[in-house]
């Protein structure tokens, strides 16, 4: 048999079939999540991505809600605020240069739901909230490579 083409196919491909496992399985708790307040100051953000080696993290109000999400592409635009418009850095805060467009995804979903919304977006993380909408956890793309390997392994 030949494909489109005109190479040979092979008759018995060996065929790996992933189980759909939970994504709480595999996504950062909201109680390890590195999250800040709006009224932290931006500095501290920068510092905190740096030195934690993360890109981002959720901002949360005083009452714990889901009110933002700053990465380390919103703190590039402090280059731009303190020197062409000449805004001093000092007193600029996450609620400043966080950004509330973020995609969540339900506690209930599994790998398969958040891998298809990452290969037909630009989303990096993914902010899991619970069925009350409070922040459960986050689920990143290497949390769902480290989900494709376990299943790999199993599967074996």
């Known amino acids: 048999?030949?494909?489109?083409?005109?190479?040979?196919?092979?008759?018995?491909?060996?065929?790996?079939?992933?189980?759909?496992?939970?994504?709480?399985?595999?996504?950062?708790?909201?109680?390890?999540?590195?999250?800040?307040?709006?009224?932290?100051?931006?500095?501290?953000?920068?510092?905190?991505?740096?030195?934690?080696?993360?890109?981002?993290a959720p901002v949360l109000d005083e009452r714990e809600k889901l009110v933002g999400l700053i990465d380390d592409k919103d703190c590039l635009k402090i280059l731009f605020g303190s020197t062409y418009h000449d805004q001093p850095v000092r007193r600029r805060t996450a609620g400043q240069f966080m950004s509330n467009v973020m995609r969540t995804v339900s506690v209930n979903s599994d790998i398969y739901?958040?891998?298809?919304?990452?290969?037909?977006?630009?989303?990096?993380?993914?902010?899991?909230?619970?069925?009350?909408?409070?922040?459960?956890?986050?689920i990143s793309r290497r949390d769902i490579l480290r989900a494709i390997n376990d299943l790999h392994q199993h599967a074996r």
């Open 113 to 138: 739901d958040v891998a298809d919304i990452f290969l037909t977006s630009v989303y990096k993380r993914l902010l899991v909230i619970d069925d009350d909408g409070k922040l459960a956890g986050q």
């Open 1 to 56: 048999m030949k494909n489109y083409q005109n190479k040979p196919v092979e008759r018995e491909s060996p065929k790996l079939e992933f189980k759909r496992a939970p994504i709480k399985d595999y996504m950062v708790r909201a109680k390890d999540l590195i999250t800040f307040h709006p009224d932290t100051e931006i500095m501290e953000v920068v510092e905190t991505l740096i030195k934690n080696r993360i890109t981002g």
